[in-house]
């Protein structure tokens, strides 16, 4: 786990003033890679990589990056290869290893397979490829290694983080139709951001450099191939086969490696099977508060952490916390995404890097089992409309209301979810009105300047994703649910996940998000993993061997709330008044803080809205505000890159 960033010129000048330019973007991304750094320059300066270190694999200087092969490439690499001691020994024959790093194995698998090398690689990662005066850059199928770039002026500039890029563009400047998607579901659908001249590679993408020309790919997708000739005790027996192979995967290091727990299944999953091996710290780590046993699962991650016998250390987070922390939060971030989850993720991680340089985490199973409390009420809605059309039996999936109603008491928290989703819009288009069940900004009509916004081509590209599931013979709504879940919310979480640990030099894992189980799992139908509305219900079945049936039987996952109404209209209350005060904040484009303001001199409490707009406000105050900070960068004496 590192930090990655280059230049190249598209035009084959020398680039002006490239090593300098090199210096500062791994100044910017320093606390990605707290154990070493390393700059390359080719010999006309036309291109050059840089890379920050955190040792994972090979702790010897041979680890060591930008990386040149025996082939004259050269590569700048973020993630962990975990099929590395595969690869080798398939192309051991082919390739002098120097090194026993996985680094290396990228380059390998490079000379022999070319652009194809990325169909063999199994793991996280974002890399560049130098040789010969072109560039193969790539970022894995899930999106959890970023990668970003920038054209300015014939020269393309990439980093595995936003803030690496600032000091090079014309101007620090909001994206409106990122900024439409902000505010409608609070992270980005597509290769825009916040940053005007800003790119996201997306995950599953990768971008070639040759002749002067900057082409995007898409080389890997997920593909519905459902399989209908197999029973529940088939998905189950592969499951946990493939489940098993990719733990293995994931515990292959040089460092002992921890897990978070949260108290859910996912995480207490991993942590529990990750327990048992060797390169286990046995060390868990979880964040609690203490305003009200609301906001506390300690109880179900320390009932996960004695059954699999793991140690778990616990940070009791605080308001004081919040207001020491946000604005490191939103540094590290890039642009704000994902909910108030962000900042005790990055309180969790402070603590697990005292004690860890690798940890394990639970991402993915959400979306690629379907664990969110919205398919349920999606298909309340849709096995009503069912009954009432008689269409059971149209080729589609469809939850009987017989079959659904025990599991409805899952659903006592989100009573006002459902009086709002049902209020108006019912029996409508599905993606129409799962749209309504995602987005986040109805309640935004006097802070938000809407009429200055492309909202038409926000419900457009929204739409493109959610029809895009690629089984039209019998799709079910539940997949179209969690495909657009899995292709635009889970790529802001991993962000998440990524900026949260490497702002503390910490590795995080995701072994749930192995390529392989993606590709079974959607494989398997909907009535299988989602029968009778019973959410997640294979992950579950299988997880129930591994945790105390206190985690398994909960009905009330929190997914690591945030006392935020009580800070917000308690101790924390003249702190947010002061951010949205700044005189700058008064005279944002497209936003109008003064009305956030009047409705907290009302008596207003927090809101998912107020969470998203004081983030939104933050990111202008780190970025917009201080643009000169970054781009004076260049021509100091001394590099000193700006903190939050």
């Keep these: 786990m590192c930090g990655i960033a280059g230049i190249m010129s598209l035009t084959g000048v020398p680039v002006d003033g490239l090593a300098q330019k090199l210096r500062v973007m791994n100044a910017l991304i320093a606390h990605r890679g707290p154990d070493g750094q390393g700059i390359w320059l080719a010999k006309n300066h036309s291109a050059g990589l840089a890379h920050r270190r955190l040792s994972i694999i090979d702790l010897s200087e041979h680890g060591a990056q930008p990386m040149i092969g025996a082939d004259g490439s050269v590569i700048t690499f973020n993630g962990e290869i975990y099929n590395y001691l595969e690869l080798r020994e398939t192309l051991r024959t082919r390739w002098d290893f120097r090194s026993h790093s996985d680094t290396e194995t990228i380059l390998a698998a490079h000379s022999h397979w070319q652009q194809g090398c990325l169909d063999h690689l199994q793991g996280m990662y974002s890399f560049a490829i130098w040789r010969d005066g072109e560039l193969l850059a790539a970022r894995d199928p899930f999106g959890i290694k970023p990668f970003y770039y920038a054209e300015v002026a014939g020269t393309l500039y990439f980093a595995s983080e936003i803030k690496a890029l600032l000091p090079f563009l014309p101007e620090i400047e909001t994206d409106a139709d990122a900024l439409a998607e902000y505010l409608t579901f609070q992270y980005q659908i597509g290769s825009g951001n916040l940053f005007r001249h800003v790119q996201t590679l997306l995950p599953g993408h990768r971008l070639r450099v040759a002749n002067g020309r900057a082409v995007v790919e898409r080389y890997w997708d997920v593909h519905y191939d459902i399989d209908y000739n197999h029973t529940s005790r088939y998905f189950e027996e592969r499951l946990r086969e493939i489940v098993a192979v990719s733990m293995e995967r994931h515990m292959r290091s040089d460092v002992p490696v921890g897990a978070y727990i949260s108290g859910g299944i996912d995480s207490s999953l991993i942590a529990a099977l990750a327990s048992d091996h060797p390169q286990s710290a046995r060390s868990g780590f979880h964040g609690k508060f203490l305003e009200s046993p609301a906001y506390d699962e300690s109880r179900y991650a320390a009932a996960a952490a004695e059954k699999a016998g793991i140690e778990l250390h616990q940070a009791a987070i605080t308001a004081d916390d919040f207001r020491n922390s946000i604005f490191k939060v939103m540094h590290h971030l890039d642009h704000p995404v994902a909910g108030p989850g962000s900042f005790p993720q990055y309180m ?48 589609n999936f469809v939850v009987t209301p017989e079959s659904i109603i025990p599991n409805l008491a899952v659903l006592q928290e989100y009573v006002p979810l459902l009086r709002q989703f049902m209020a108006e819009g019912l029996f409508g288009n599905i993606d129409e009105r799962y749209f309504r069940l995602v987005g986040r900004s109805n309640d935004m009509q006097e802070e938000v300047d809407w009429r200055a916004l492309d909202m038409a081509g926000v419900m457009e590209r929204y739409k493109g994703v959610f029809n895009s599931v690629r089984n039209v013979r019998k799709e079910a709504y539940f997949d179209s649910m969690t495909h657009f879940d899995f292709k635009c919310l889970l790529p802001a979480l991993l962000q998440v996940e990524d900026r949260m640990s490497m702002a503390h030099g910490l590795e995080a894992r995701v072994p749930l998000l192995d390529r392989d189980l993606v590709e079974f799992a959607a494989t398997i139908p909907a009535d299988i993993k989602f029968p009778g509305g019973r959410m997640k219900h294979l992950l579950k079945e299988f997880s129930r061997p591994h945790l105390p049936e206190a985690v398994m039987n909960r009905r009330d996952k929190m997914g690591f709330p945030v006392p935020l109404k009580e800070w917000f209209s308690g101790p924390l209350r003249d702190f947010v008044q002061d951010i949205f005060s700044n005189q700058a904040a008064k005279s944002r484009s497209y936003l109008d803080n003064a009305a956030i303001l009047k409705n907290f001199d009302a008596g207003g409490q927090f809101s998912r809205k107020t969470w998203g707009l004081l983030s939104l406000e933050i990111w202008h105050q780190l970025f917009h505000d201080r643009s000169a900070e970054y781009q004076n960068m260049v021509r100091m004496d001394e590099i000193v890159a700006p903190a939050a």
Excluded: C, M, P, W
């Excluded at 890097?353 to 009420?377: M, S, T």
């Design 348 to 395: 969790v991680s402070e603590l697990a890097a005292k004690h860890v340089k690798v940890v394990l985490g639970g991402q993915g199973g959400d979306e690629i089992f379907g664990g969110y409390a919205r398919y349920l009420v999606a298909y309340l809605e849709q096995a009503l409309k069912a009954s009432i059309n008689g269409t059971y039996r149209n080729g």
